[in-house]
């Protein structure tokens, strides 16, 4: 493909993302169609078809995006004793599940236990890099392993309780609630 292509085709699944996050934030996910989406992209049917299957295909796309996403802000986050880089990490997790129209109803949807499933095995993958690579000082790393995939797993829980009640609580108090369980649960057992 020449330059050209490849920059229309970047373009048009850029819309087509964007399309669907915005008519997620109208329907329910699985009320969505190949229709709802084209028309809020502004497209023809057979664009889609080069990108997608269907939307189920979209989905899966979109679930990777998400947990590639995540990855990227987990890979950023270096822990130190220090509240303030551990909160802006927090609050940035916080923001992208708040702005992410996607993740949010995945995290408050039925369809979410697939999307988890996903998540759960990457997560593993995760655990199992950092713990290869990590030397703790005063534990080991199989339970360095699972107090990262406790801390993980209740950021999560966190983050789903969060998108179910449909974001009332403050950012603000829920990466403070999430700082205060990393350092007083997991750093210890980095440090």
Known sequence: MSEIQDERYYIADEAICDAFLLV???KELDKITVSDVIKRAGIVRSTFYNHYENIPALVTAMEDKTINDIFSLMNTFHPKNDWDICKSYYLTICKYTMTNPFLANLLSSPREDAFFEKVVTMFHQYVKKVTQNTAPSHHNKEELSYMIACTIGSTIGVLHKWAKDNFQTPLETIANLLTQAFI????????
């Open 184 to 191: 007083s649960g997991m750093l210890p057992y980095i440090l």
């Open 24 to 26: 997620l934030k109208e």
